[in-house]
């Protein structure tokens, strides 16, 4: 039961705040601006990923400000290539990601 809540977490996080920058997009009139939030989110998602920026307000498990997991991240940088690691952070938030695009394009459409 923790994996199905945990998965609907990813997928609200990342919707709320696709939903918010297709939203704003819309406002704006220029998809230029969805485009610069959206690269800002992979981009704050790749900072969380590799430990330079530890996220103590997430709900998220994978975002877990322990030294344990802070320690694990920096050895995965050291210790991986870059093209794993890029797999490694593709499938670690691909619902993230996912809720992010869905609820941007339904955010830039309504």
Known sequence: M???TEGAKEVIFGGLAGLTAGFISKK????????????GFV????AVYDGQYVASWSPLAKDDPSFTMNLKRKAKKEAFSTSKRLEDFTSENLLIMGGF?????????S
């Not at 981009?43 to 790749?46: C, D, E, M, N, V």
Request: aromatic share 8%; net charge neutral.
């Open 101 to 109: 695009v869905g609820a941007y394009m339904m955010g830039s459409a």
């Open 2 to 4: 923790d994996i199905l």
């Open 43 to 46: 981009l704050f998602r790749a």
């Open 28 to 39: 704006v009139g220029s998809h230029l601006v969805g485009a610069a939030l959206g690269s």
